[in-house]
C-alpha cells in the first residue's frame, strides 16, 4: 500500500528541527544555525512492512508558544514531532501545556516528543531533570550524530498506519 | 693503582650520568643535523607542515579575504562602469547573440515543422484561412503556438497540501513538494489578507501561470503554458467545476478513476 502522510515539526526557535529532518531526509548536518522562515517542505519515503508511506515533512519556523503558529500550517497534519533542545531550559519548561494544546486542538493526530542535542549533555543528568519537570519525552536524539532519529520518523510512520 | 688511574675512576664513577646524558644530546645534534641536511628526510618532516598550512590557508581565503575583496571589488567596478561595460560588452553581445539565434532556429524549425504537416487537419485549416483572410500562414502559426496549454493538473487536499490526484505530460518537477508549498504559498496569502473568504487564485512564475480553482475540501491547480487571458481563465474554470461536478464529487478516494478522467478530459485542453 502506498500513501502519504502530512507530518509538522514544532518546537521553538533554534532546537534542532531543521537538522533533525536534514539529517533523516539527506544524512548530513551542519553547524551552521539557518532560521527556518515560513516553511520548508520535504519528503522521503520509508518502508513499512509491505507498506510504502511518503512523509510530507513540514519544517516550520520554530515559536515559542504553539498558539503563535500559523494554524493553517497545521491543518490536516497527521503526525506531530515537538522537539525541544534539552540543553536550554526555556523549551521545555512549558512542554506539557504545548503537549496539551496540540492534544485538545488536533486530537486525531499522532505526536511524539523529542529531546534534541543529546550530545551536548550527560544524558543520566537530564533524565533527572527531566523527572523533575514531570517531563513526558518519547525520544532523545541528536541530529549530529544521528542517535535515534531515523529511529523517530519511523516509528512516527509506524502509527500512522495503524 | 696511580693518582691519575684513581682520578679516571673517580671522574668516570661521578660524572658517568653526566656523561650519558651529553652522549644522548650529541645523539639528538646528529639526528637534527642529518635531517636538516638531507633532503628526504627534511622534506618528510616540513612537507606535511606545510600540506596542513597551505589546506587551512585555502580554507580560510574565502572567508577572511572574501568579503574584503568582494568590497574592493565592488569599489573598483563602481569608479570604473566605462571600462567594465567596455570589457563585458564584446563578452555579452555574443553570448546575447548566441542565445537569439539559437531561439530563432528552434522557432524556425517549429514553423517549419508545423507548416510541413501537409496530413494534418491544421494544416488544410491553416491554408485555407489564409487563403479567405490574406493573413499569412506563418502568423496563423505563430497565434496557435501562443496559445494557452495547461501542462499539468493537481487535485489537492486543503490544509494537508497532499495530491489527491494529478495529471502531468512532465516530470520535471517533484509534484508532491509543488503541492505542499503551493498550499503553504496559498494559506500565508490567505491568513495575510484577514479579508474572509478571499482565496489566492493565480501565481505567476516565469512563462508559467498556477491557477488555482477552489473547492470546499479541496483544490485544482493548473499549469499553463502561453497566453492567460480572461477568455481562457472562464475556459478553464468552467472546465474544472464540470470535471469536479462529473468526477471528482462521487470519487473522491479513487485516486485512479479520477487520474484517468483527468488524462481524458484534459489530454487536449
Known sequence: MLSSKKIVLVGHFGVGKSSLIRRFVKNSFSDDYLVTVGVHIVKKTVHIDNDEITLIIWDIEGKEDMQKLRPSFLLGTSGFIYVFDATRESTYINLSDEINYIETHYPKTNLLTVANKIDLIEKNIFIKIAENYKLKIDYYSSAKTGENVELIFNDLAKNLIK | ?269
Open chain 2, 1 to 269: 693503582m696511580t693518582d691519575a688511574e684513581k682520578l679516571t675512576l673517580l671522574r668516570d664513577l661521578l660524572l658517568d650520568e653526566d656523561r650519558n646524558f651529553a652522549n644522548k644530546i650529541l645523539e639528538k645534534v646528529d639526528t637534527l643535523t642529518d635531517t636538516v641536511n638531507i633532503d628526504e628526510k627534511l622534506s618528510q618532516k616540513v612537507e606535511p607542515i606545510i600540506s596542513r598550512k597551505l589546506t587551512s590557508f585555502v580554507e580560510e581565503i574565502p572567508v577572511k579575504l572574501g568579503p574584503t575583496i568582494t568590497e574592493a571589488l565592488s569599489e573598483q567596478i563602481k569608479n570604473s562602469q566605462d571600462e567594465v561595460v567596455n570589457i563585458l560588452f564584446p563578452l555579452l553581445g555574443k553570448m546575447i547573440k548566441k542565445y537569439i539565434q539559437s531561439e530563432m532556429k528552434t522557432l524556425s524549425d517549429n514553423i517549419n515543422a508545423q507548416i510541413n504537416q501537409k496530413l494534418s487537419f491544421k494544416y488544410w485549416y491553416r491554408k485555407i484561412m489564409s487563403f479567405f483572410s490574406g493573413v499569412s500562414e506563418i502568423d496563423f502559426v505563430l497565434a496557435d503556438m501562443a496559445k494557452s496549454k495547461i501542462l499539468q493538473l493537481f487535485i489537492i487536499e486543503k490544509g494537508s497540501g497532499l495530491i489527491i490526484a494529478r495529471y502531468s505530460n512532465t516530470d520535471t518537477i517533484d509534484e508532491d513538494l509543488l503541492a505542499g508549498m503551493l498550499t503553504a504559498i496559498k494559506s500565508f496569502v490567505e491568513d495575510a489578507f484577514i479579508k474572509g473568504d478571499q482565496n489566492l487564485e493565480l501565481i505567476e512564475y516565469e512563462l508559467y501561470k498556477i491557477y488555482l480553482q477552489n473547492f470546499p475540501t479541496y483544490y485544482i491547480s493548473a499549469v499553463i503554458s502561453g497566453k492567460f487571458d480572461a477568455v481562457f481563465k472562464n475556459r478553464v474554470e468552467n472546465d474544472l467545476f464540470d470535471f469536479a461536478n462529473k468526477h471528482i464529487k462521487k470519487n473522491i478516494g479513487n485516486k485512479q478513476y479520477i487520474e484517468q478522467k483527468l488524462k481524458e478530459y484534459f489530454i487536449n485542453a
